[in-house]
């Protein structure tokens, strides 16, 4: 079975950094790019941050962009996001994902975690 695991979200003071987590379980995890996504209450989803599963290329949205970093642990089949400097405009629901084919902001991702909320107070 297939299995993304978020964990790391929670309540932060604007300012304030949190680490996300991903763990993987039900595929090969260094064959999948792994995206982060985010979604807030009345908006669309929208792309975060990825890593190509080819050559380890990363990507960012230009609102996290010198402030999230995304980073795999392929040992420990786990990806993660630490997010730094955070604002309440990043406060949303925080979904990872995982596609063999796709590693950029946009499209469809095959596998998608349950998702953990992330809150930033001002």
């Known amino acids: 079975e297939v299995q993304l695991v978020e964990s790391g979200g929670g309540l932060v003071q604007a300012g304030g950094s949190l680490r996300l987590s991903c763990a993987a379980s039900?595929?090969?995890?260094?064959?999948?790019?792994i995206g982060w996504f985010r979604q807030a209450p009345g908006k669309e989803r929208e792309g975060v941050s990825s890593?190509?599963?080819?050559?380890?290329?990363?990507y960012y949205s230009d609102s996290v962009k010198g402030r999230f970093t995304i980073s795999t642990d392929n040992a420990k089949n786990t990806a993660f996001l630490q997010m730094n400097g955070l604002r309440p405009e990043d406060t949303a629901i925080y979904y990872c994902?995982?596609?063999?084919?796709?590693?950029?902001?946009?499209?469809?991702?095959?596998?998608w975690g349950q998702g953990t909320q992330v809150t930033v107070s001002s």
């Open positions: 039900g595929f090969t995890f260094d064959d999948y790019a």
């Open positions: 994902a995982a596609d063999r084919h796709n590693y950029g902001l946009v499209g469809e991702y095959e596998y």
């Open positions: 890593v190509s599963n080819s050559d380890g290329r990363t």
